[in-house]
């Protein structure tokens, strides 16, 4: 029998996390879980596994070896914790929570366990990209500059800052904390609308190590795209787009970029997947923390707090 993992969600992202764990050798996802019964039903099928409709009780179990929550973001904090209690093995989308406070709970629950059991969904950090990024800065000396730009194609969702901080400039504030290896001090954050929807959001950052940070987001209707480079002491770079092939057709030479972050991060998500059961195997929780999840949080909430006031803004 292989490894009994649960997962919470059956949304885009809990499918993809149920079809990366199912094709993993030794690994059985016994349980989907999403509060809309279709969907909970779909998922399950889709994995081979049982279903069900209520997302707090398969937190709770305490026979599974491990858990992927990927339910709508406010619900994070409440599974990650409850399966803390159980003594489950997880691996929480991110953000860990939507607010600070809950975050912050999470961690709170997490040190009272007495055992790191939780691992945060922010798989950029295995994407060949930017661990390619990384390596390079190492040979590059002192990071002076870190630029993160992040289109992706949810023009039509209207969403607002708090969910476009919180959903995806969130990714470009953990890049920064894991590539920088330092954390914000102070964010100041100007956003541009077009009529009622957010266009592009420019969040500039200070680090505790002295470096300087250019976050932007940008609601682009051509497709996903995700853009780092890191200035350095001798010398910069621009991590690599991923090699798709050059298309030449009607005149044109084509590149295909994706629409978005499925295409884009799959590779990672599958190696994400992977290196996190090994972990589970291992009994011994790694990758992005659920302190790294707070601290991306804090940000985030600061980013937001400097964007209403108009002022820079300290993150505490
Ligand atoms: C999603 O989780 C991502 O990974 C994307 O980068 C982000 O833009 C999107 O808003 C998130 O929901």
């Known amino acids: 029998m292989g490894l009994q993992i649960g997962v919470i969600g059956a949304g885009g992202m809990g499918r993809e996390h149920a079809a990366n764990l199912t094709a993993l050798p030794d690994v059985d996802v016994v349980v989907v879980a999403d509060v809309v019964s279709e969907a909970a039903a779909a998922g399950a099928a889709l994995a081979g596994a049982e279903s069900s409709t209520d997302p707090g009780s398969v937190a709770a179990r305490t026979d599974l070896d491990g858990l992927v929550i990927a339910s709508p973001d406010h619900t994070h904090a409440a599974l990650t914790i409850a399966a803390i209690h159980a003594g489950t093995p997880t691996l929480c989308e991110k953000p860990l929570a939507d607010n600070v406070a809950d975050a912050?709970?999470?961690v709170d629950a997490e040190n009272a366990a007495g055992k790191r059991l939780v691992q945060v969904g922010f798989m950029r950090e295995y994407d060949a990209a930017h661990l390619q990024l990384e390596q390079t800065m190492a040979d590059l000396g002192a990071l002076h500059h870190l630029r993160c730009v992040h289109r992706n194609t949810n023009v039509d969702l209207k969403r607002?800052?708090?969910?476009v901080c919180s959903q995806s400039l969130i990714h470009d504030v953990h890049t920064t904390h894991w590539l920088s290896g330092s954390e914000f001090t102070a964010v100041m954050t100007q956003v541009v609308m077009t009529g009622e929807r957010i266009e592009h959001v420019v969040v500039l950052g200070e680090l505790a190590n002295g470096a300087s940070v250019t976050l932007e987001f940008v609601e682009a209707n051509y497709?996903?795209?995700?853009?780092?480079?890191?200035?350095?002491?001798?010398?910069?770079?621009i991590a690599a787009q991923p090699g798709q092939p050059i298309v030449r057709s009607d005149g044109s030479a084509h590149r295909y970029i994706g629409e978005d972050w499925f295409g884009r991060f799959r590779a990672a998500y599958q190696a994400e997947a992977a290196d996190w059961i090994d972990s589970v195997r291992h009994r011994q929780a790694r990758g992005p923390s659920t302190a790294q999840g707070l601290a991306a949080q804090r940000v985030i909430a600061a980013a937001i707090t400097s964007a209403e006031t108009g002022q820079r803004t300290a993150v505490t």
Not at 223 to 237: F, K, P, Q, S
């Open 223 to 237: 497709g996903y795209d995700v853009e780092v480079e890191a200035t350095c002491a001798h010398g910069m770079v």
């Open 160 to 163: 607002d800052l708090a969910l």
């Open 104 to 106: 912050q709970a999470v």
